[in-house]
C-alpha cells in the first residue's frame, strides 16, 4: 500500500541553523504531499503543501518541493527559531482502489528542538 | 464555512471503562470521515474510515470499534478500554484529494 517514509530524528539544531527533514513516499498514481506540525500539546496544524509535481510548496519560511523523479517532498528552513520547536509530519493523501476512498497516510514524525 | 468538531478534548478514563468519543463536520454533505491514533512517542496511526452512513473500514485489528449513524457524525468507541488504548486521538475529514481538516485532537489516559 501508500507509505511515507521520513527521518525520525530527533533532530536538534541551534537557532539559525539550516533544517533538512528528509520525506520520501510509495504511491500509485501521484498523490498530494504535506506536511503537519504538532506543538506540544497541540494539535495538527497544516504547514504547507503541494498537490502535483514540481510544485512547491511554502509558509513560516518553511518549503518543500513534490519531486516525482524521486518521489520525495523533503521539508526545508534557512534559519530555524526556538518556536519551530515541534513534531513534523509528512503526509500524503492517495486516492484508493474506489472511487471516493482517499487515505491519508503519515510519517512517523520527526521530533525538532532548537536551541537558543 | 466548513468545519469539523471533537470532543472531549481530555479525558481520563479507568481500564475496564467504555468510551466514546464522537466527531462532527458541519458544512458539507458525505464527507470521508477518518480516526487516527497517535501513541505516545509514536506517529499517527489510521484506525477506520468511512465513506458514508453505516459504511466502516478497519486498517488494524484492536479493541476498538467505529460507527458511522448520519451522515457527518463518526463515532470512535470502545466497550472495556485497556491501558494500551492510552493516546492522543484525532478525527479527519478529506475533501477531495487535496485537502484535510482537522478536530482538535483527544488526549486519552486510561489509568
Known amino acids: 500500500g501508500d507509505s511515507v517514509t521520513q527521518m525520525e530524528g530527533p533532530v536538534t539544531l541551534s537557532e539559525e541553523a539550516f533544517l533538512t527533514i528528509n520525506c520520501t513516499y510509495t504511491?500509485?498514481?501521484?498523490?498530494?504531499l504535506f506536511w503537519y506540525v504538532q506543538y506540544p500539546g497541540e494539535g495538527l496544524q497544516l504547514l504547507l503543501k503541494?498537490?502535483?509535481?514540481?510544485d512547491k510548496g511554502s509558509n513560516k519560511g518553511f518549503e518543500a518541493t513534490y519531486r516525482k523523479e524521486t518521489t520525495s517532498f523533503h521539508l526545508e528552513k534557512g534559519s530555524v527559531q526556538v518556536s519551530d520547536s515541534a513534531v513534523y509530519f509528512c503526509a500524503l493523501i492517495s486516492r484508493g482502489t474506489q472511487g471516493g476512498s482517499e487515505k491519508l497516510v503519515f510519517g512517523k514524525g520527526t521530533k525538532l528542538t532548537v536551541n537558543p | 464555512s466548513q468545519t469539523i468538531h471533537q470532543w472531549p478534548a481530555t479525558l481520563v478514563q479507568p481500564v475496564g471503562s467504555p468510551l466514546s468519543l464522537e466527531c462532527t463536520v458541519e458544512g458539507t454533505s458525505n464527507p470521508n470521515l477518518y480516526w487516527y491514533r497517535q501513541a505516545a512517542g509514536r506517529g499517527l496511526q489510521l484506525l477506520f474510515y468511512?465513506?458514508?452512513?453505516?459504511?466502516i473500514s478497519s486498517e488494524v485489528p484492536q479493541n476498538l470499534s467505529a460507527s458511522r449513524p448520519q451522515d457527518r457524525q463518526f463515532i470512535l468507541s470502545s466497550k472495556k478500554l485497556l491501558l494500551s488504548d492510552s493516546g492522543f486521538y484525532l478525527c479527519a475529514w478529506i475533501r477531495g484529494s487535496t485537502e484535510a481538516f482537522f478536530g482538535q485532537g483527544t488526549r486519552l489516559t486510561v489509568v
Open positions: 503541494a498537490t502535483k509535481a514540481d
Open positions: 468511512s465513506v458514508g452512513i453505516g459504511q
Open positions: 504511491a500509485t498514481g501521484y498523490p498530494s
